[in-house]
């Protein structure tokens, strides 16, 4: 299954969603008009390209399970997937990455400061859009962005890092990921007035889904390519980020471990090298056993959604979590 497009994802089976969702990217235009030509060309710059839309989808799926449509749920929407692209901004100069979504990142493009300010802007932009609604929503947002960048920073301080568990590894996966999951889906929910029942479900399939997608992404680092990322394989190891598959061999006592340790410790290691890394990594058969995790998780976020109501908006969301882990073919 492949999602190409804001306006027709596949997985997204809710008409109303689908229609809503297709005057986003205008949305998102107006909220981050600058005067400033070149502050708009970066703040527009991975929007133009596309993308999933996943975020915004999710929160305009979560309020159909609501008894009320609130107004103003497309500047919602536009909001989360504004604070997404920041921590793409945010993400890529703190790891160095030359190349987003099919193309040169902000930072390789501009320089890292000008794109830590474009990153601020999008914020910033996101927050106003937040502000014509209760402030308990505002509240929500800057708790889920304390998380984000809760969860980078520790990532950041265990870069290089061979001896990081997979239970820290997952703490850092819950801040830095599931976070902008869980916000979409807890969000939508509560401005639609739906039942606390029904807001907690939806906001644990948000965590176990964005879980779900990071494992997939930890396994595909390794393995992918750049058409299914977006961006050069192997860019998290280069930067001293241990997936998930890397971080289970390391904490085996083999010689596959032994000698993969003895390459990441070159902080600068070669293509060959990488290679290498991958090909070690991949053999030892850990890569297979961390996506049969993310298929648990995804499969754990279905679950979660027993308790709702069928139809349209369920049916999205089991598609979205089947996505999820079919993107590792």
């Known amino acids: 299954m492949t999602v190409s497009n804001a306006t027709d994802p596949d997985w997204l089976a809710s008409a109303r969603a689908r229609e809503a969702l297709a005057g986003l990217d205008r949305r998102m235009r107006e909220a981050v008009a600058a005067s400033d030509p070149v502050l708009w060309a970066m703040a527009t710059a991975l929007q133009?390209?596309?993308?999933?839309?996943?975020r915004p989808a999710l929160l305009l799926v979560a309020a159909e399970f609501?008894?009320?449509r609130p107004a103003h749920l497309l500047d919602a929407a536009a909001a989360l997937e504004l604070l997404h692209l920041a921590s793409l901004y945010h993400d890529d100069v703190m790891d160095r990455a030359v190349t987003?979504?099919?193309?040169?990142?902000?930072n390789a493009e501009w320089g890292e400061p000008a794109a830590v300010v474009a990153g601020t802007f999008l914020v910033a932009r996101a927050i106003a859009l937040?502000?014509?609604?209760?402030?308990?929503?505002?509240?929500?947002?800057?708790?889920?962005l304390v998380a984000l960048c809760t969860g980078q920073l520790r990532e950041t301080e265990n870069a290089f890092y061979t001896g990081l568990t997979?239970?820290?590894h997952l703490e850092i996966v819950a801040g830095k990921t599931a976070t902008l999951f869980e916000l979409p889906c807890r969000l939508g929910a509560l401005l639609a007035g739906a039942p606390p029942a029904t807001v907690e479900a939806l906001a644990g399939y948000g965590h176990d889904l964005g879980v779900a997608f990071q494992l997939t992404d930890d396994a595909l680092d390794v393995r992918g390519s750049y058409a299914a990322l977006g961006k050069r394989p192997l860019t998290d190891v280069r930067e001293g980020v241990y997936t998930m598959s890397v971080l289970r061999l390391l904490a085996r006592d083999t010689p596959a471990a032994g000698r993969v340790r003895d390459l990441l410790a070159v902080r600068e290691p070669t293509p060959a090298e990488l290679a290498?890394?991958?090909e070690l990594v991949v053999a030892s058969g850990v890569v297979d056993e961390v996506l049969a995790e993310a298929r648990s998780r995804a499969a754990q976020a279905a679950r979660r959604l027993d308790s709702l109501p069928p139809g349209p908006a369920r049916d999205s969301l089991v598609r979205l979590a089947d996505f999820a882990v079919s993107r590792a073919g």
């Not at 133009?48 to 839309?53: A, D, M, T």
């Not at 987003?100 to 902000?106: E, F, K, L, Q, T």
């Open 66 to 68: 609501g008894t009320v």
């Open 130 to 144: 937040l502000a014509v609604f209760d402030d308990r929503y505002g509240r929500e947002a800057a708790a889920a």
């Open 100 to 106: 987003r979504r099919h193309g040169p990142s902000v």
């Open 48 to 54: 133009r390209r596309g993308g999933k839309r996943i």
């Open 166 to 168: 997979e239970a820290e």
């Open 276 to 278: 290498e890394v991958a």
